[in-house]
């Protein structure tokens, strides 16, 4: 039950980015559900074909729902959200937390190995994000300085290590939930980075 939530949740923030989005280029509702359902679902079927499995919102269609109901929440609340703290980061930090823990257990749960586990956490985490920005035409997340990919790195490796521990799911998924979200939080209020490569520094 906890990780369908996290993967509603998921779905719902990243949703609220698109939708965001959407309203910053002063776009139409087509448009919004449109932004909102591809972030929303976008990594999770990133995963799905990856591990070949059935894509998720094809077997449920409240996922897509979610996107709608999120598209409509957004196009009569944007400026409501907007006045709120840098929400469009916010909303992505708690998807990226919430998607790289059900992307790693959903890997784990049809026996793949943990390294594919970690892998399809990040790509869950990620990729809807990824084409929110890249169709937007914005600068993504991805390829800036600041603690990104790293803070769904830190999430789904976090998680597939503690179930190898033989912790309860319940903890091992708050845990490493926590520990995304206080990273990605960090670089979002803090700055905080990861050293970069430097050219020549090893010549």
């Not at 449920?60 to 400026?79: G, K, P, R």
């Not at 998680?159 to 708050?174: E, F, G, S």
């Amino acid at each position: 039950m906890l990780l369908q939530m996290l993967d509603y949740l998921g779905v719902a923030v990243f949703a609220v980015t698109g939708g965001i989005m959407a309203s910053r280029k002063q776009l139409d509702f087509i448009a919004f559900l449109f932004f909102a359902t591809l972030t929303g679902i976008g990594g999770g079927t990133l995963r799905d074909l990856l591990l070949g499995v059935p894509v998720f919102w094809v077997e449920n269609e409240t996922y897509l729902l979610v996107c709608l109901a999120i598209s409509v929440f957004v196009w009569f609340f944007a400026d409501w959200i907007e006045s709120l703290n840098k929400p469009l980061r916010w909303a992505d930090a708690v998807g990226i937390a919430a998607y790289s823990v059900m992307g790693a257990a959903k890997a784990l749960s049809v026996g793949d190995t943990i390294l594919v586990a970690v892998l399809m956490g990040v790509a869950t985490a990620t990729f809807g994000g990824v084409l929110r920005d890249t169709i937007a035409r914005e600068p993504s997340s991805i390829v800036k300085s600041e603690i990104y990919v790293s803070a769904a790195f830190a999430g789904a490796g976090s998680y597939v290590l503690l179930v190898q521990l033989d912790l309860p799911q319940v903890a091992c998924a708050l845990l490493a939930g926590a520990i995304a979200l206080v990273l990605r939080g960090g670089a979002i209020l803090r700055g905080w980075t990861l050293p970069g490569y430097r050219a020549g520094k090893n010549s």
